[in-house]
T-cell receptor, first 118, second 112 residues
């Protein structure tokens, strides 16, 4: 159980275009999903927290107009990188929080999306 | 001072060795502790989850938490080449946001 999928797994796009990444919880409902960015040989950097039916909460330094997050249902969150530039090239990973009681909550991660902006 | 400190390694051991991975944290309010394994170009995979001091065992893996010292460990017994990966400790507090704070990750290589 607790499977999270991401689509696409990798994408190459031209500078200036927008890219949408989907994150789905396949066998559970996730009221909260998280979006991370990871640079080579670095740890995960939390970008934003996405709650179903409400606006995402962005971490300091993350441009909310550039990284649009939509959490339309309990099993789907999307991250759209708008007007992508080469410096946006990175590994983007989502996670979904599961568990009803606080003690049982943890995060399960998707397989990640590798974005390359040319 | 970082909230979570983890030696990035790399750590190289022979097959069959016992591996010890460690993290320290600064905030005594942290209550939940996790270890994730991440293979290259893949998403992190949850290995262990614990919220109390002491040991928790799952197969070849043992997670240890010492809240008094703010120190957590992951032990891998009889290490295998397939254990070669980056291991990330993750810690969260009691707030309902569910945000995790990750260590830098330790890269482990198990040589056959």
């Amino acid at each position: 159980g607790a499977v999270v999928s991401q689509h696409p797994s990798r994408v190459i796009c031209k500078s200036g275009t927008s890219v949408k990444i989907e994150c789905r919880s396949l066998d559970f409902q996730a009221t909260t999903m998280f979006w991370y960015r990871q640079f080579p040989k670095k740890s995960l950097m939390l970008m934003a927290t996405s709650n179903e039916g409400s606006k995402a909460t962005y971490e300091q330094g993350v441009e909310k107009d550039k990284f649009l997050i939509n959490h339309a249902s309990l099993t789907l969150s999307t991250l759209t990188v708008t007007s992508a530039h080469p410096e946006d090239s990175s590994f983007y990973i989502c996670s979904a929080k599961t568990g009803i009681r606080l003690l049982q909550e943890t995060q399960y991660f998707g397989p990640g999306t590798r974005l390359l902006v040319l | 001072q970082k909230e979570v400190e983890q030696d990035p390694g790399p750590l190289s051991v022979p097959e069959g060795a016992i591996v010890s991975l460690n993290c320290t944290y600064s905030n005594s309010a942290f209550q939940y502790f996790m270890w994730y394994r991440q293979y290259s170009r893949k998403g992190p995979e949850l290995l262990m989850y614990t919220y109390s001091s002491g040991n928790k065992e799952d197969g070849r893996f043992t997670a240890q938490v010492d809240k008094s010292s703010k120190y957590i460990s992951l032990f891998i017994r009889d290490s295998q080449p397939s254990d070669s990966a980056t291991y990330l400790c993750a810690i969260r507090g009691s707030s309902n946001t569910g945000k995790l704070i990750f260590g830098q990750g330790t890269t482990l290589q198990v040589k056959p």
